[in-house]
């Protein structure tokens, strides 16, 4: 039999050719326009989905996904096999997602090992976790030893992000905290920020006229973070999204390569159902502690003992 398969809901935003080559379970988060209950997977090109919601006539919602889809996919999970599984979803601190996961998961405990896992990010940010899951899976390490794994890489995850408007985030209830900042953000381009290491909830961090300013606060504060780790020898990977703003993006990524060029960066999406909480034309800027440590040559995880110095506890 196979061991541990992990399970994601589509807010991670994995491509589909990484889904495939590490045999990545998906659960399709569904977003609702009026009446109309449709899929992350019903826009295969992301630029669809804000043309849809720049056209439309009422703004869209997002639910978590159905007790029923969850079951399924972990029915098939069984069905094809595996002994254990592990959910990763989007931050609880801002969708019931993992709680349904949470309730799904307790129903089939009696027939495989099974944890729902609270990513307390979205995008890039949690597809990085389930990347990470999925290869040490694939690489026949054991079932608590991704788990510990999972701690540390999401203890070094760490965003910023900037919206071209507050008003979706208002408008959805996701922004918590920085209320002070909100009666003076709707004519400029707030800065937020997720508290990886709390409740994973959207706090607005500072506020700048345009998105040069915003990157220069970014790359300042992002700066020390580099130097930390540059210290201790260890690689951060930074994954640029965005909400179908290519040129925005593509313009941080080359500023992060030559800035802190022993960087790895890549580029993701903010799909549909994280794009109706920031509207088009949103860029996030996600890091971590690159996952490539724990795979050397034989899988020891040689790289695990020092991230626990650095995780974002104290930032």
Known sequence: MKKT??????????????????HIYKIDDPVIFGQKVYHESDW???????????????????????????????????????????????????????????????KF???????????????????????????????????????DRLKEQRSTTDVFFVVDSIKHLQRTGRLSGGQALIAGLLSIKPILRID???????????KERKMSGAWRYIAEHFDPVVKEYRQRGLKLRVSVVDANNPEL???????????????????????PLIGVHTGEKAVGFIWSADYDRYFDKT???????????????NR
């Open 5 to 22: 398969a992990i399970i994601v809901d589509s807010s991670s935003y994995i491509n589909n050719l990484d889904l495939q080559k590490y």
């Open 44 to 106: 295969p090109d992301n630029a669809d989905f804000y043309r849809q919601m720049k056209e439309a006539s009422v703004q869209p919602t997002t639910s978590q996904p159905s007790l029923a889809d969850v079951e399924k996919t972990i029915q098939q999970v069984i069905d094809d096999g595996f002994q254990q599984a592990i959910i990763i979803t989007i931050s609880s601190g801002f969708s019931g997602t993992y709680q349904t996961a949470f309730s799904a998961a307790e």
């Open 109 to 147: 405990a009696d027939k495989l090992k099974i944890v729902a896992w609270d990513s307390k990010i979205a995008c890039a940010g949690a597809g990085n976790q389930a990347l990470m899951a999925a290869r040490s899976a694939q690489a026949g390490v054991d079932f608590q030893t991704i788990l």
């Open 196 to 206: 990886t290491n709390k409740e994973g909830k959207i706090d607005a961090v500072a």
């Open 249 to 271: 993006s593509a313009e941080w990524m080359e500023k992060c390569k030559r800035q802190w060029p022993e960087l790895v960066v890549e580029r993701g999406i903010i799909g």
């Open 299 to 313: 899988d020891k995880g040689d790289g695990d003992k020092d991230v626990k110095k650095y995780s974002n506890h």
